[in-house]
Structures are given as structure tokens and as C-alpha cells.
Nanobody, 121 residues
């Protein structure tokens, strides 16, 4: 069965960094575009970033541009999100999610359980 397992979340002070990872299994990882989606307390889901199946194209929400970097390792079926210059507004549960088709980032067919990121003084 398709599985996505996130890790790397934690608590960090404003301006700090975290690196999230997502391990995929049960499907051909390299055949799908992948995304990171987050949900802040009391808010709805917010798309953060996506990467094409081959890793050559990346996309970012305006709120995280120039601070976050998405990447993937097809050999190890792993998706990563390097987060720098973190702000309290970045506090959220971060999900790794699979796109159902190329370029489809507004909906996803499989999700991980999420990893909590808390940015606070």
C-alpha cells in the first residue's frame, strides 16, 4: 500500500532552520509529482511547494519563496523540504502529499501523517 512518512519536525526559534523528510513506499516514487502542504492551527490546508517527478521543476507559495527549498532523491524514494529563516507564521502541521497527475497541485491522492513544526520564542 502507498505510504508516506514525514520526519524532521520540531520546535525552533524564529530565524532558525529545519529540514523535513518524507519517505515514500508502495509506489513508483519517481513517477509522481510531489508536494508539501501545511495546516496551521485554526486554518485550512495551505499548499507550500511542489516538485516534478524528475526533480527538474520546483514551485513555491509566495509566502515561502527564497526561504524554503524542495528536493527529491529518487534513488532513496525521499522528498525533502529545507526551511530557513523560519517565522512564527510557518508554525503548522506539514504533510507530504502525492499529486494524482503531472502538474496537479491543488489536490492530492495520498498523504502522510504529518510532522509538526513550531516556530516560537
Amino acid at each position: 500500500q502507498v505510504q508516506l512518512v514525514e520526519s524532521g519536525g520540531g520546535m525552533v526559534q524564529p530565524g532558525g532552520s529545519l529540514r523535513l523528510s518524507c519517505a515514500g513506499s508502495g509506489f513508483t516514487f519517481g513517477g509522481y509529482d510531489m508536494s508539501w502542504v501545511r495546516q496551521a492551527p485554526g486554518k485550512g490546508p495551505e499548499w507550500v511547494s511542489s516538485i516534478s517527478s524528475g526533480g527538474s521543476s520546483t514551485y513555491y507559495a509566495d509566502s515561502v519563496k527564497e526561504r524554503f527549498t524542495i528536493s527529491r532523491d529518487k534513488t532513496n524514494n525521499r522528498l525533502t523540504l529545507q526551511m530557513n529563516s523560519l517565522k512564527p507564521e510557518d508554525t503548522a502541521l506539514y504533510y507530504c502529499a502525492r499529486s494524482p497527475g503531472a502538474g496537479v497541485f491543488y489536490e492530492h491522492d495520498y498523504w502522510g501523517q504529518g510532522t509538526q513544526v513550531t516556530v516560537s520564542s
